[in-house]
């Protein structure tokens, strides 16, 4: 054994001392000789050559026991893309409106008109918020708004025609405007299912936007499913417009919402998903891992939420899927014990807040940036506040002349972060 463990590299050392080899059939239990092809494999998974999908669900499944040698693959491969660095968003948070045609039983958010509740903000509240956020050293104007409610609600539509709009995307594109001519905050809109040609349009006003896959299971739009009765949840038209987007090279975050019915194999074929349109494109700046949290007056209310160690695993397989792509979790939802994902491979918190809640949900408020700051230090790295675009897909922003280019460039330092401090 020991001129086998000789021949080894150090990652290769690492894994067989934690264990994975042995419960994955690599190394036997004895002193017989360890086969090479997944001798190999094991040296790969840590040096970021990417798991199969077979052997990716067995790691988003893999016991305790297996679990601190996954966890430590997905830091070694992490670190390899950007060594020392987790970065924020510094924002505020635009519920443009809450009205929306779907009804995800998950879902707090949305509103019909008449509802307690229901609201669609003026250019004036916008503004009002954005200017504020833009005292506070905000950086980004995170737009979220019902997928099409005009579609659905007589009420909507009249009040579109009463601020002068046909349609929730016309205003949705009128705000990023009014946004980036009358503040220094960066618009990244979060719409839903986009035409290729409203791609272009919102990207003539924003350097990024946004689409969550979620899954890519049918099952959940069964009756009494997450996704009953949401007919913008559909898997394939969310790819469709996720490619769009990579077909005109536009900066786009997405991501998984785990625990709302799917499998750990269905995290995984999602996973695969994302990454193949970003092979395709190169154009995914972002992954998000978000955990569904139950609240009582949703119809899932009764559902499991993903325990800490599924969130761990899941990130972990979606680092070593995509090493060199920005692996993102929520800390407002695995409060108190967010700096633990750290551990799993994520580089990146997401959009916080200093001013405003997180209106998908209130209930989980923001850490405090002293706070994450203090978390993230702890675990070795260095916090920096980047922009609603990352720094390595600016370029793909700021080649285009005009007055977004003008803001993207003024709001860049020249590693490509934020010019304000964190």
């Not at 038209?237 to 799917?262: C, M, S, W, Y």
């Not at 154009?283 to 899932?300: L, S």
């Amino acid at each position: 054994m020991l001129s086998i463990l000789a021949s080894f590299g150090d990652e290769q050392r690492l894994l067989l001392k934690l264990g994975l080899m042995y419960d994955f059939g690599i190394v036997s239990v004895g002193e017989t000789a360890c086969p090479q092809p997944l001798v190999s494999y094991v040296g790969e998974l840590c040096s970021g050559a990417p798991p199969s999908r077979d052997a990716a669900c067995q790691l988003i499944c893999c016991d305790e026991h297996d679990l601190p040698a996954l966890l430590a693959a997905a830091t070694e491969v992490r670190q390899r893309f950007k060594p020392g660095i987790v970065s924020y968003s510094r924002k505020v948070f635009i519920p443009l409106t809450n009205l929306c045609r779907d009804y995800c039983g998950y879902c707090t958010f949305r509103r019909d008109p008449g509802q307690p509740g229901a609201h669609t903000m003026t250019p004036d509240q916008v503004l009002d918020v954005v200017r504020a956020g833009q005292r506070m050293g905000c950086t980004e104007a995170l737009f979220s708004l019902g997928d099409k409610p005009e579609l659905a609600f007589p009420a909507m539509r009249e009040t579109l025609h009463r601020l002068g709009y046909k349609s929730t995307l016309h205003y949705l594109e009128a705000m990023c405007d009014l946004v980036l001519r009358e503040t220094t905050l960066l618009p990244h809109p979060n719409p839903g299912l986009l035409s290729a040609e409203w791609i272009a349009r919102l990207a003539k006003v924003s350097p990024s936007m946004g689409l969550m896959l979620e899954t890519t299971n049918d099952s959940l739009l069964a009756v009494g499913a997450a996704h009953d009765n949401a007919p913008d949840k559909v898997p394939a038209k969310r790819l469709h417009t996720i490619e769009d987007a990579g077909k005109q090279n536009v900066p786009f975050t997405t991501g998984l919402l785990i625990g709302i019915g799917e499998t750990t194999q269905d995290r995984v074929d999602t996973l695969l998903a994302i990454r193949e349109l970003h092979r395709r494109y190169g154009h995914i700046q972002e992954v998000i891992i978000q955990n569904f949290r139950a609240k009582p007056e949703i119809p899932m209310g009764n559902c499991p939420e993903p325990t800490q160690g599924e969130m761990m695993r899941t990130i972990a397989v979606a680092r070593l899927l995509m090493p060199e792509v920005n692996i993102q979790a929520p800390p407002n939802l695995s409060a108190p014990y967010y700096d633990e994902l750290l551990d799993a491979g994520i580089n990146d918190w997401g959009g916080i807040s200093p001013l405003t809640p997180d209106f998908i949900n209130p209930e989980k408020p923001w850490p405090h940036l002293e706070q994450l700051q203090s978390r993230t230090e702890a675990k070795g790295y260095r916090l920096r506040q980047r922009l609603p675009v990352y720094p390595e897909f600016l370029d793909s922003v700021t080649k285009q002349p005009g007055l977004l280019s003008e803001r993207v460039k003024i709001s860049a330092a020249a590693d490509g972060y934020a010019r304000r401090p964190v």
